[in-house]
């Protein structure tokens, strides 16, 4: 029926469904499930094959190091560890003598330490009256600390006066900053390449449990 200019219809407008086509409709809780599952993919994803926090429990690595310090750790840069495997893939590089390395602890592998890498494969490692030597040369040892006076002879466990040793390939050689207070590879030995789990890269929280405060002008250094 033909309308006349200025006319209004009264008639119901008709509207067209397409066939197959619905409009789904998501719950709140779906949503915010599946959030929560994608962010913990990606938390466990990055946690796995690119940073790790860590926690410094002992004084071993003052005072680069302090107890409270929590760390992140690059875990790209030395290859990624393959699942029920002691092998690594998209390795960059291999640990260099002065990096403060996270790896497994030898003696129990459930434990992580953390040291400074002095020695890799084929070096030859020697402590003398506490001065470090690396392939018969003096190494300036910058970062080392020693708060006991008192220099230990070769048979007191080889805390000041060690080797000389030749690092094995695949090994490395870690001590702590703290030389006087470490339990390092002078006392259980070498680590595997492949037991490393990452390079320490920043501080970024740092707690002190005596004063029970922040140390709020560590955190974001580099750990060097």
Known sequence: MAKSPGETSTEPEATVK????RRKTR???AEYFEAIVLALILALFIRT???????IPSPSMEPTLLIGDHILVNKFVYGVGIPFSDGKILKLRDPARGEVVVFKFPKNKKMDFIKRCVAVGGDTVEIRDKKLYVNGAAVEDSQAVFHDKFVRGSLLQGRDNFGPVTVPQGKLFFL??????????RFWGFVDENDVRGKAMFIYWSWDRVKTWPRFSRMG????
């Open 49 to 55: 094959f690119i940073v790790q926090a860590f926690k």
């Open 27 to 29: 719950s709140k809780a």
């Open 221 to 224: 250094d580099g750990i060097k």
């Open 176 to 185: 702590g900053d703290n030389r006087d207070n470490s339990n390092d590879s």
């Open 18 to 21: 397409l066939p197959g086509l």
